[in-house]
């Protein structure tokens, strides 16, 4: 059984996210042929596998005497982690940190079952081999330094996640402005359809007003704006003069759009 001081458990869950920071930044780096710094903070701490270290020696620690038992509870416990971390964080800020979506008998991208066998190999790993030696290590620090050590790193974490917090929040409230953006100039450009189709007039494909990422859409409404401005002077019937207000209010609304979009 584990019998640790809470300043331990701390230093502990600190070491393994450093190290997992490693681990994975390394991985990501190799795959993708440039230097990565994986995680939610900025500093070398990757908390997901702080915590999935800590709950594997916990959901372990009662079937220490049966290996295949402590890897059947590193899986359940580190995919329901994963699974319930996955889903807050994209609820809390829009952005997936991780997606499975393209291996094999995933749930929703959040899980999938070779990370789950994964986890249960790395619970044993850890129990058996890996934590016997970090224990060893840490027991071989004083405890006074230990503690101090584990303050600094306290304070420098909460910083960084105060930073890193704010940060994911802007970019979740950034997401949210480009997608309302691009909502309201589809109406503006489904609108401008409407007033060319009652007076008459052919506005040929209708590829860009259907969908599209914001620039397609934004060339789309200039141009049909462009043609209208050129069938204004070409033509003075009622329909035109009696859309003139409303031409007006959807060109305010386009400008006001694009320099939110900016």
Request: include cysteine.
């Given at each position: 059984m584990y019998s640790y001081t809470m300043i331990q458990w701390m230093f502990f869950f600190y070491l393994y996210c450093f190290a997992g920071w490693l681990f994975e930044s390394a991985y990501v780096s190799i795959d993708s042929r440039k230097l990565t710094n994986r995680?939610?903070?900025?500093?070398?701490?990757?908390?997901?596998y702080g915590c999935g270290a800590i709950m594997m020696l916990l959901v372990s620690q009662?079937?220490?005497?049966?290996?295949?038992?402590?890897?059947?509870?590193?899986?359940?416990?580190?995919?329901?982690?994963e699974y319930v971390t996955g889903v807050l964080m994209e609820k809390l800020f829009k952005v997936r940190y991780w997606d499975y979506s393209e291996k094999k008998f995933n749930y929703k991208g959040h899980i999938c079952l070779e990370s789950s066998l994964l986890w249960g190999f790395f619970t044993v790993m850890?129990?058996?081999?890996?934590?016997?030696?970090?224990?060893?290590?840490v027991f071989l620090i004083p405890y006074k330094a230990l503690s101090v050590i584990t303050v600094i790193i306290t304070?420098?974490?909460?910083m960084d996640f105060a930073l890193s917090f704010k940060a994911a929040i802007d970019i979740k409230d950034l997401?949210?402005?480009?997608?309302?953006?691009?909502k309201e100039l589809q109406n503006i450009q489904k609108r401008l359809d409407n007033i060319f189709t009652a007076a008459g007039e052919s506005i040929g494909s209708r590829k860009d007003a259907i969908v599209g990422g914001?620039?397609?859409i934004k060339n789309g409404?200039?141009?049909?704006?462009?043609?209208?401005?050129?069938?204004?002077?070409?033509?003075?019937?009622?329909?035109?003069?009696?859309?003139?207000?409303e031409i007006n209010e959807l060109v305010r609304r386009y400008a006001v759009n694009v320099e939110l979009r900016n």
């Open positions: 995680g939610f903070l900025r500093g070398p701490f990757l908390p997901l009662p079937f220490q005497d049966n290996i295949f038992l402590v890897y059947i509870a590193g899986c359940v416990g580190a995919t329901a982690l850890m129990t058996r081999f890996l934590h016997v030696q970090v224990e060893k290590f304070v420098l974490i909460a997401l949210a402005t480009m997608e309302n953006t691009k914001i620039d397609e409404i200039e141009d049909k704006l462009e043609r209208l401005k050129k069938l204004a002077l070409s033509r003075h019937d009622a329909y035109l003069e009696s859309r003139k207000g």
